[in-house]
């Protein structure tokens, strides 16, 4: 049998996202029958966080200490990045210009005008290029896609979005999610994107207009420290506060909006939403069939189908889990045995080797392309919420 390609991939980057990417290039040959061979060639993290224990643990072949180098390396044949936000653009323009192609975490960027660039630099590339909107490939989210897809919504009338997570509390540190310099924005790049993308995914539809926006900032100052660990979301908070230091993104998001097909749509993403730990997802009514989605019970997706009698009609829970109906179903386990967070990116590096190999995602997957459309949703809001337009009841005589 011929030898399958294989592809160097090389990972700029570490933190919570290098860590279920790692995961992702180690598993995906296990699982999945793809058509090249990733090969967990390069990685690349800041010196102070340990990048030789990283590579080790996680079984990158080599430690990269001049990420240039690496990406312009005649070896390397994906650049994955798992920078924060403000470095998305500086690491992919640099792959680009050395013809790689480049997957990149979300969101597409921390601004709107290094998207633009991104986006503009791969089509004159002529690369592939992927966005890492995990969510996606949350097998119940791809069958709603799917039942999207055959018209078993009809015409959407209301979309409703929610990511809420409740990490955020005051004894959480100054981490780079809390500076604008460095995340772009605080609750609405960081989740409110994947609720954006879900939503244009699943519906089909764009955007097209804002109306209306706000932010708000709960915690305005948190301690500033001198030195932060790796981890999860919040990044570590060992070390010592030596200082306090301004806010300067928003813990929470909220937003009404419309769809090109005419549905109108609301969005809350924040930090804060004490008891919910990581509930993304969304409700989606048609005129045939509503969808509900909610992450924190990921292999299920509740569908309600109208076109019965209404005598029997009713809320039904699909587990999303059986092949091969459902899609990555075939790839895991047997019915209802249930999946988990870190698979949905497992099912995203199969999908982008599949696009490389010369075949088709299992779902459509954003290319930069795409995550520009959720990025400038991403701005309007932002332009919008800036107005402050609000009617003060104490004005309303
Ligand atoms: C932090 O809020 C975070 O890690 C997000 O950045 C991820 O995209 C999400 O999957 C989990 O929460």
Request: net charge neutral; proline share 5%; with cysteine.
């Given at each position: 049998m011929a030898?399958k390609q294989h592809?160097?991939?090389a990972l700029i980057?570490q933190?919570f996202m290098?860590r279920?990417h790692?995961?992702?290039w180690?598993?995906v040959?296990k699982f999945?029958?793809s058509?090249?061979?990733?090969v967990?060639?390069?990685?690349y993290?800041?010196p102070?966080?340990?990048?030789?224990?990283?590579?080790?643990?996680?079984?990158?072949q080599n430690?990269?200490t001049d990420?240039q180098?690496?990406v312009r390396?005649?070896?390397?044949?994906?650049?994955d990045v798992v920078?924060p936000?403000?470095?998305?653009?500086?690491?992919a323009?640099?792959?680009?210009?050395?013809?790689?192609?480049?997957s990149?975490?979300?969101?597409l960027?921390?601004?709107?005008?290094?998207?633009?660039?991104?986006v503009?630099?791969a089509?004159?590339a002529?690369?592939?290029?992927?966005?890492?909107?995990?969510?996606?490939r949350c097998?119940?989210v791809?069958?709603?896609?799917?039942l999207?897809?055959?018209?078993a919504?009809?015409t959407?009338?209301?979309?409703?979005?929610?990511?809420?997570?409740?990490?955020a509390d005051?004894s959480v540190?100054?981490i780079?999610r809390f500076?604008?310099e460095?995340a772009?924005?605080g609750?609405?790049?960081?989740?409110?994107?994947h609720?954006i993308?879900?939503?244009?995914f699943v519906t089909?539809e764009?955007?097209?207009e804002?109306?209306?926006?706000?932010?708000?900032?709960?915690?305005k100052?948190r301690?500033v420290?001198?030195k932060?660990?790796?981890?999860?979301?919040?990044?570590g908070t060992q070390?010592?506060a030596?200082a306090?230091?301004?806010?300067t993104?928003d813990?929470?998001v909220?937003?009404?909006?419309r769809f090109?097909?005419?549905?109108?749509?609301?969005?809350?993403a924040t930090?804060?939403?004490t008891?919910?730990?990581?509930?993304?997802g969304f409700?989606i009514?048609?005129t045939?069939?509503?969808?509900k989605f909610?992450f924190?019970r990921?292999?299920?997706?509740e569908y309600?189908d109208?076109?019965?009698p209404?005598g029997i009609q009713?809320?039904?829970t699909?587990?999303?889990?059986?092949?091969?109906?459902h899609p990555y179903?075939?790839a895991w386990?047997?019915?209802s045995?249930?999946i988990g967070?870190?698979?949905?990116?497992?099912?995203t590096?199969?999908?982008?080797?599949?696009v490389l190999g010369?075949?088709e995602?299992v779902?459509?997957?954003p290319?930069?392309?795409d995550?520009?459309?959720?990025?400038?949703v991403l701005?309007?809001v932002?332009?919008?919420?800036?107005?402050?337009h609000?009617?003060r009841?104490d004005?309303v005589?």
């Amino acid at each position: 049998m011929a030898e399958k390609q294989h592809l160097n991939v090389a990972l700029i980057g570490q933190g919570f996202m290098g860590r279920t990417h790692s995961n992702a290039w180690s598993q995906v040959r296990k699982f999945f029958k793809s058509p090249v061979t990733p090969v967990m060639h390069t990685s690349y993290g800041m010196p102070q966080e340990e990048p030789q224990v990283f590579a080790q643990k996680w079984g990158w072949q080599n430690v990269s200490t001049d990420w240039q180098a690496t990406v312009r390396s005649a070896e390397i044949g994906l650049v994955d990045v798992v920078t924060p936000n403000h470095l998305h653009a500086t690491v992919a323009k640099a792959a680009l210009a050395a013809g790689k192609p480049v997957s990149c975490e979300k969101p597409l960027s921390d601004n709107l005008a290094d998207a633009r660039e991104m986006v503009e630099l791969a089509r004159l590339a002529k690369v592939p290029t992927f966005v890492w909107y995990n969510y996606r490939r949350c097998p119940a989210v791809a069958y709603a896609y799917k039942l999207a897809r055959s018209g078993a919504l009809g015409t959407i009338r209301h979309v409703r979005a929610f990511y809420l997570q409740d990490w955020a509390d005051e004894s959480v540190p100054l981490i780079w999610r809390f500076q604008k310099e460095v995340a772009g924005s605080g609750s609405h790049g960081d989740l409110a994107a994947h609720v954006i993308d879900m939503t244009r995914f699943v519906t089909g539809e764009e955007i097209v207009e804002i109306n209306g926006a706000m932010f708000e900032t709960f915690i305005k100052q948190r301690a500033v420290l001198t030195k932060v660990s790796g981890g999860g979301i919040a990044g570590g908070t060992q070390g010592d506060a030596r200082a306090m230091a301004p806010v300067t993104v928003d813990d929470a998001v909220l937003f009404i909006c419309r769809f090109e097909g005419g549905a109108v749509a609301h969005f809350e993403a924040t930090r804060m939403a004490t008891g919910n730990q990581n509930r993304n997802g969304f409700e989606i009514n048609g005129t045939k069939g509503s969808l509900k989605f909610n992450f924190e019970r990921m292999n299920e997706l509740e569908y309600y189908d109208a076109t019965g009698p209404r005598g029997i009609q009713g809320w039904r829970t699909i587990m999303c889990t059986h092949a091969p109906d459902h899609p990555y179903a075939d790839a895991w386990w047997p019915d209802s045995h249930g999946i988990g967070y870190e698979h949905a990116f497992t099912n995203t590096a199969s999908d982008i080797l599949r696009v490389l190999g010369g075949q088709e995602p299992v779902v459509p997957i954003p290319d930069f392309a795409d995550a520009f459309k959720t990025q400038r949703v991403l701005e309007a809001v932002t332009l919008l919420a800036q107005e402050k337009h609000c009617i003060r009841l104490d004005q309303v005589k």
